[in-house]
């Protein structure tokens, strides 16, 4: 809309007409148009000079009207003193909840837990990817979040983000079978995997001594096994007390499985830690499909069976041969088996020289004391079978009986077992026919899958130490960060997708301390004027990435 101004007479008298006109284009023509909104001359004079001078007409505008004008103080700026009040989480809280909607993980919440618990579960899953802390942290951290300003800045105690805990540990299974059935895998591959992680103190009711992968033998572990598809989403977890052995997961876990996943059009890759042989004829009894290593122990010595029988295998980088009808395939490592002869040859070196401070070892009147010694030598740097040992038998100055090691390499045993090195062993009951070696092969390297959703979970979700005693809570807080897992994984699929190849919770937080929501506050009466998104140079280029990222969608939104 424009001013538009003409000359008239009026009683003899030159005139101006003043109108406000509206350009418009004809449908039916598509021609250009304009049609008068208001005539402008008989409005009061305070009026009709503010809409001449919105519209662009301050040059039709008389001295009366400049003066009407200046005396209602539409020139004078207010006196506003304004600060920066409370700053919340930006730009990478708001990606993840557009995720959280796009993907229906916000209405399942709500829907199995009550729209309190719900966005409750929903704001600690977002700070378990952006600020993993303690449950009673994020009682706090929550009113910082993006997600608190649109719920309306709801106000909830402690007791009620355990509540939710509780609400999530009794209704998982419903949440996870919805999600799946939302998101079905992809593909005939089911990855299973086992890790553990440690306690404060130790009350916790699952907590129990065991192998813990991360070292920590002087704490109180939790096992929990997860089950991952090609497409990298995470399907299940279960929990079990800590220190229970691998195997014994296994057969309970996979009939659970059976019937949810479809097993039985399925291949389920596992580690050689489960692959024991009442275990695996478990497995076979209930019909399904297996690919997984052989324990080292059996590995070895069945390697260095068929090194001795028909070394001409190990002249292939991949081969497979049936023994005892079981298929197995035969693999060379890339790398690992280069550094495995590396360090057989630095302990060779080291057992050498233990073998020489013992034979000139003073204390000497036991043969069987000399044996021991030197076999514990060789058990440390893992070559019994490199060494030869036997002892001569003579007398010293004061004619008491004395024992001298000798030792010599058996050169042949040592390149053999550098040979067998540089392979490994995977098993499987699918014939040829249905999966050929390489497939095979690469299935199992595809348990690296499962084993970066551990990696997630510890480094970036920081699901350890844990620091709940009940078995409830200890199993509502590994089934928080599964949620979390799920999430920062559907994301980076998003992402691969597009090419785009980034870790999702660092980009993230990079993006929440980049781009932020700040409240606008009136100094004189502490009552919030607006709230804004930060600008400038930073604040440009994460917008710029996320437009490149393709997580801009509609853009920030504006409150």
């Known amino acids: 809309m424009y001013i538009q101004c003409s000359t008239v007479k009026r009683k003899g008298k030159d005139g101006r007409n003043r109108k406000l006109v509206e350009s418009y284009r004809d449908p039916q023509t598509g021609k250009p148009r304009n049609r008068t909104v208001q005539k402008l001359e008989k409005l009061p004079i305070l009026e009709r000079s503010r809409l001449i001078l919105k519209h662009g007409g301050q040059k039709y505008l008389d001295a009366q009207e400049w003066k009407v004008l200046i005396d209602a103080g539409d020139f004078t700026q207010p006196d506003l003193s304004t600060c920066i009040g409370d700053s919340f989480r930006g730009a990478g809280n708001w990606v993840l909840l557009r995720y959280f909607k796009n993907t229906g993980l916000e209405s399942l919440l709500r829907q199995h837990l009550g729209t309190k618990s719900g966005n409750i579960l929903r704001d600690m899953v977002t700070l378990q990817i952006l600020d993993p802390d303690s449950k009673l942290g994020y009682v706090k951290?929550?009113?910082?979040?993006?997600?608190?300003?649109?719920?309306?800045?709801?106000?909830?105690?402690?007791?009620?983000?355990?509540?939710?805990?509780?609400?999530?540990?009794?209704?998982?299974?419903?949440?996870?079978?919805?999600?799946?059935?939302?998101?079905?895998?992809?593909?005939?591959?089911?990855?299973?995997?086992?890790?553990?992680?440690?306690?404060?103190?130790?009350?916790?009711?699952?907590?129990?001594?065991?192998?813990?992968?991360?070292?920590?033998?002087?704490?109180?572990?939790?096992?929990?096994?997860?089950?991952?598809?090609?497409?990298?989403?995470?399907?299940?977890?279960?929990?079990?007390?800590?220190?229970?052995?691998?195997?014994?997961?296994?057969?309970?876990?996979?009939?659970?499985?059976?019937?949810?996943?479809?097993s039985s059009s399925a291949i389920w890759v596992a580690d050689r830690s489960m692959s024991d042989e009442g275990t695996l004829e478990k497995v076979q009894d209930m019909g399904l499909?297996?690919?997984?290593?052989?324990?080292?122990?059996?590995?070895?010595?069945?390697?260095?069976?068929?090194?001795?029988?028909?070394?001409?295998?190990?002249?292939?980088?991949?081969?497979?041969?049936?023994?005892?009808?079981?298929?197995?395939?035969?693999?060379?490592?890339?790398?690992?088996?280069?550094?495995?002869?590396?360090?057989?040859?630095?302990?060779?070196?080291?057992?050498?020289?233990?073998?020489?401070?013992?034979?000139?070892?003073?204390?000497?009147?036991?043969?069987?004391?000399?044996?021991?010694?030197?076999?514990?030598?060789?058990?440390?740097?893992?070559?019994?079978?490199?060494?030869?040992?036997s002892f001569d038998a003579y007398q010293n100055d004061k004619g008491k009986e004395r024992y001298k090691l000798n030792f010599k390499l058996n050169r042949q045993q040592f390149r053999a077992q550098n040979i067998i090195g540089h392979y490994y062993l995977l098993q499987t009951n699918l014939p040829a026919k249905e999966l050929t070696s390489h497939e095979a092969k690469e299935y199992y390297k595809s348990l690296i899958k499962a084993e970066r959703c551990f990696r997630l979970a510890k480094s970036d979700l920081e699901i350890r130490p844990i620091r709940h005693r009940k078995a409830a809570r200890i199993r509502a807080h590994i089934y928080l960060n599964f949620l979390a897992i799920w999430l920062v994984k559907y994301i980076e699929k998003s992402w691969r997708g597009k090419g785009i190849h980034h870790e999702a919770p660092a980009k993230l937080r990079e993006w929440d301390q980049r781009m932020m929501l700040h409240e606008i506050i009136d100094k004189n009466n502490k009552q919030i004027i607006e709230l804004q998104w930060n600008q400038g140079t930073i604040a440009q280029e994460a917008l710029d990435e996320m437009r490149i990222f393709g997580e801009l969608g509609q853009g920030l939104p504006h409150l």
């Open 141 to 262: 951290k929550r009113q910082q979040t993006l997600n608190y300003v649109l719920d309306g800045k709801p106000s909830y105690k402690e007791d009620t983000f355990y509540q939710s805990l509780d609400l999530l540990e009794g209704r998982f299974e419903q949440i996870r079978n919805d999600l799946n059935k939302a998101h079905p895998p992809s593909g005939r591959l089911l990855l299973y995997d086992l890790s553990n992680s440690y306690f404060c103190g130790t009350k916790a009711e699952l907590g129990g001594y065991g192998d813990s992968k991360e070292k920590r033998h002087d704490r109180y572990i939790v096992s929990y096994g997860l089950v991952t598809c090609a497409d990298n989403l995470p399907l299940d977890i279960k929990v079990w007390k800590g220190g229970t052995a691998d195997v014994k997961t296994v057969a309970g876990t996979f009939a659970d499985w059976k019937q949810k996943y479809h």
């Open 289 to 389: 499909s297996y690919i997984t290593g052989l324990p080292a122990a059996s590995q070895l010595a069945l390697l260095g069976q068929i090194h001795e029988g028909c070394p001409e295998l190990f002249d292939e980088t991949l081969t497979e041969f049936t023994q005892e009808n079981r298929r197995y395939i035969l693999c060379r490592h890339n790398q690992k088996g280069y550094r495995r002869e590396m360090q057989n040859y630095r302990n060779l070196r080291k057992v050498y020289e233990a073998l020489k401070k013992i034979q000139s070892s003073p204390q000497n009147y036991s043969k069987e004391k000399l044996y021991h010694r030197a076999m514990k030598v060789l058990e440390k740097h893992n070559q019994t079978h490199c060494w030869k040992l």
